[in-house]
């Protein structure tokens, strides 16, 4: 299974194409377009959001609520659209036409400066209209037909907010997933923690009252993964670094750990590998699960527990210096609007991308042209597994 996403910020629309689902699948646009305003929720977005509403036009792939089999095409209309129809048209415009709205100067920390270069556009219109996380809409429509898959096959997956600004949420190890679920789409800041949450909002109001940004560790937990999914054989079918490739690449997020991560380098090997149990019930299970469910590039069938460190958002209010592409003088950015904070969004959307690499792995290792199948197929498996 593979997607691909086109569109510009402010363009006329988000594309998704999907490619590799089995048919007779059951699912609806309200399984995509849950996903969708969730991702639009969370404190600490600026004015833009309050133009959006997103919702998912099924255009391809699906029929009386089902899948079937041929690529999915899904579509969000950017409602913002109608405001910069003169800007992002695509008929061709004269240059004295386009000379006020081009855009020379570049923000520190985003793709204006490095794609320009790159592409040679001396408009940086044309970098960040698609480098803009609007783009993570299309990437949460794509997570979102694969957390229905996996939802189908007894696989729960759940994304929220650890840490803003330096605030910690503590370990809830009497949540159960389908409380975090809960939380995650109640709570506008996306902390297990709601006193801890609070202090989040609050730091993330301070923050735009400074005209600054905070970024902040979002986590994704998936239970009912059966061990085995991925590969040790070859280094592209390591699971965990397929997820830690998608996390990665989700705007602003710089670094990626599975279970205690870092904090491994600090620690002895018997304080961090995790003893192997068994139980007729169970089959092989482990006393503890440090490593965040991956050995080998391989599930351990133990919760897969992955956190991403997202960065402060670059376009500040308080401006930072940069140079005009044109007068190569040095100015002060002003800008008109941006999100302060888009740690709780981007929980959601860090939920979706994890999702989509699970499913794909699922697919790869468990081929089947029809979903009815592929369930028998996986409970097979897990029988098998737990009989090992
Ligand atoms: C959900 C979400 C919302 C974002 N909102 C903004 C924003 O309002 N303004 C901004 O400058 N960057 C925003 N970003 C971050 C930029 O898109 C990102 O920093 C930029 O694409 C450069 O990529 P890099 O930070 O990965 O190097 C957002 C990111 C995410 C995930
Ligand atoms: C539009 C979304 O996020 C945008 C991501 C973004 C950026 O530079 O990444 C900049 C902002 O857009 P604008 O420049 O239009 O205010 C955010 O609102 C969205 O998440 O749907």
Wanted: glycine share 10%.
């Amino acid at each position: 299974m593979r997607y691909l996403t086109a569109g510009e910020s402010h363009g006329k629309q988000q594309t998704t194409i999907i490619e590799g689902l089995p048919a007779r699948m059951p699912i609806t646009p309200n399984d995509i377009n849950d996903s969708l305003l969730r991702r639009q929720k969370g404190h600490g977005r600026g004015k833009r959001m309050q133009i959006e509403k997103d919702l998912v036009d099924v255009v391809g792939g699906v029929r009386h609520g089902y899948t079937l089999g041929s690529p999915i095409a899904l579509v969000v209309h950017n409602d913002d659209f109608k405001h910069w129809i003169d800007v992002m048209g695509e008929d061709p415009v004269s240059e004295d036409q386009n000379i006020r709205r081009v855009v020379t100067r570049p923000r520190p920390g985003h793709a204006d400066l490095n794609g320009a270069l790159k592409y040679g556009h001396r408009d940086m219109r044309n970098i960040l209209e698609r480098s803009s996380a609007r783009e993570t809409t299309a990437r949460v429509a794509a997570g979102a037909v694969a957390k229905t898959l996996l939802k189908h096959l007894d696989i729960n997956i759940v994304g929220y907010v650890k840490e803003i600004a330096g605030i910690k949420a503590e370990e809830k190890p009497e949540l159960s997933i389908d409380d975090k679920i809960r939380i995650s789409e109640e709570s506008t800041v996306r902390c297990l923690d709601e006193a801890v949450g609070q202090q989040m909002m609050d730091a993330i109001d301070q923050a735009k009252k400074d005209g600054d940004s905070i970024g902040g560790v979002c986590e994704v937990a998936i239970e009912g993964l059966p061990a085995g999914i991925g590969s040790y054989v070859q280094y592209d079918r390591k699971l965990d670094g397929r997820i830690a490739g998608a996390v990665q690449s989700i705007n602003a997020f710089k670094g990626v750990e599975f279970g205690i991560g870092f904090e491994a380098a600090r620690k002895n090997g018997s304080e961090v590998h995790d003893e192997i149990l068994w139980s007729e019930e169970r089959g092989y299970y482990r006393r503890t699960n440090r490593l965040g469910g991956f050995e080998g590039g391989m599930t351990t069938g133990m919760p897969v527990i992955v956190k991403g460190v997202m960065k402060p958002i670059p376009t500040l209010y308080k401006p930072l210096q940069s140079v005009d592409i044109e007068t190569k003088e040095p100015f002060n950015a002003s800008i008109e609007r941006s999100d302060s904070c888009a740690v709780p969004a981007a929980a959601v959307v860090m939920e979706h991308v994890v999702a989509f690499e699970i499913a794909k792995a699922i697919l790869e290792q468990f081929p089947n042209d029809q979903f009815p199948k592929l369930k028998e197929t996986i409970d097979g498996y897990r029988e098998e597994i737990r009989c090992f």
